[in-house]
């Protein structure tokens, strides 16, 4: 059974800085790109970033600059390093794989960390 478990949202003042987590279970995680897609009040899901099974990233232009993702093979983990923070982050951040790409989301969804930016 493939589970997918977010954590380390919360509520940050505009500029400030999270780091999410994704701890995967019942995949080959360290085979598989992984990613994170974040979806605001009243929005549609957006992806956000992109890894890799060998670490190459991509990132949405809103975020390039500010996040990072990444990963721990060993842990079956995901991070996404999100610094600079502005209100328009605010949405929840969802993690997804197996198979995430640019253009195709993967299988599998977590349930969601609420991320919220505000003064």
């Known amino acids: 059974q493939v589970q997918l478990v977010e954590s380390g949202g919360g509520l940050v003042q505009p500029g400030g800085s999270l780091k999410l987590t994704c701890a995967a279970s019942g995949i080959i995680f360290q085979f598989n790109a992984m990613g994170w897609y974040r979806q605001a009040p009243g929005k549609e899901r957006k992806l956000v970033a992109t890894i890799t099974m060998s670490g190459r990233t991509y990132y949405a232009d809103s975020v390039k600059g500010r996040f990072t993702i990444s990963r721990d093979n060993a842990k079956n983990t995901l991070f996404l390093q999100m610094n600079s923070l502005e209100p328009e982050d605010t949405a929840v951040y969802y993690c997804?794989?197996?198979?995430?790409?640019?253009?195709?989301?993967?299988?599998?969804w977590g349930k969601g960390t609420l991320v919220t930016v505000s003064s």
């Open positions: 997804n794989g197996p198979g995430t790409t640019m253009t195709r989301s993967g299988t599998y």
